[in-house]
T-cell receptor
Framework: NAGVMQNPRHLVRRRGQEARLRCSPM?????VYWYRQLPEEGLKFMVY????????ESGMPKERFSAEFPKEGPSILRIQQVVRGDSAAYFC??????????FGEGSRLTVL | GIQVEQSPPDLILQEGANSTLRCNFS?????LQWFHQNPWGQLINLFY???GTKQNGRLSATTVATERYSLLYISSSQTTDSGVYFC????????????FGAGTRLFVKA
């Protein structure tokens, strides 16, 4: 039973480029969450999605960041015009309903 | 919003020692989880424990929801227990996001 799959595991972008991070939830899970972890810090909630709906995006920066979870395919976290401060580990989690979260291995974004 | 406080922030143990990690939260919660983030950055599920007591090998956890705290016990610690331990809670009202504490950083010496 495959776990939460994230790709890419590592991504390097130059300032001003776009970063796209993908997350495929565990089989049977319809809820997806994105978290950001800065070095030596905890995980900060960004957004909670169900299929085709954003349920809670209170942790998302107002500009440059967007997320989607289409009817078909993985959830995407998109960061436009990246800046050095966006360098972080981005974790995706999924759950069957509101309940136990299972995390992927994260995507580590480095902005040069 | 709900506050999640973990203590101690840092802990150094000699291999074989026991320890207790604490998580306090400021409001009622629907769910509570403990995670271990290993030195490679992976988040490992330890316990899903909104209330009561659970045990898994050398680890056990107790959540007293009415008093708004949870404890994680590590017995006979091993070097592989090193890493950061996070408590995460889901508040049932005003949204369903899960909020993480700042973590307890554990180093177990051989």
């Amino acid at each position: 039973n495959a776990g939460v799959m994230q790709n890419p595991r590592h991504l390097v972008r130059r300032r001003g480029q776009e970063a796209r991070l993908r997350c495929s939830p565990m089989k049977g899970h319809s809820h997806v969450y994105w978290y950001r972890q800065l070095p030596e810090e905890g995980l900060k909630f960004m957004v909670y999605l169900q299929k085709e709906n954003i349920i809670d995006e209170s942790g998302m920066p107002k500009e440059r960041f967007s997320a989607e979870f289409p009817k078909e395919g993985p959830s995407i976290l998109r960061i436009q015009q990246v800046v050095r401060g966006d360098s972080a580990a981005y974790f995706c989690a999924s759950s069957p309903v509101q309940g136990e979260l299972f995390f992927g291995e994260g995507s580590r974004l480095t902005v040069l | 919003g709900i506050q999640v406080e973990q203590s101690p922030p840092d802990l150094i143990l000699q291999e074989g020692a026991n320890s207790t990690l604490r998580c306090n939260f400021s409001d009622s919660v629907n769910n509570l989880q403990w995670f271990h983030q290993n030195p490679w950055g992976q988040l490992i599920n330890l316990f899903y424990i909104p209330s009561g007591t659970k045990q898994n090998g050398r680890l056990s956890a107790t959540t007293v929801a009415t008093e708004r705290y949870s404890l994680l016990y590590i017995s006979s610690s091993q070097t592989t227990d090193s890493g950061v331990y996070f408590c995460a809670v889901e508040r049932g009202t005003g949204g369903f996001k899960t909020i993480f504490g700042a973590g307890t950083r554990l180093f177990v010496k051989a």
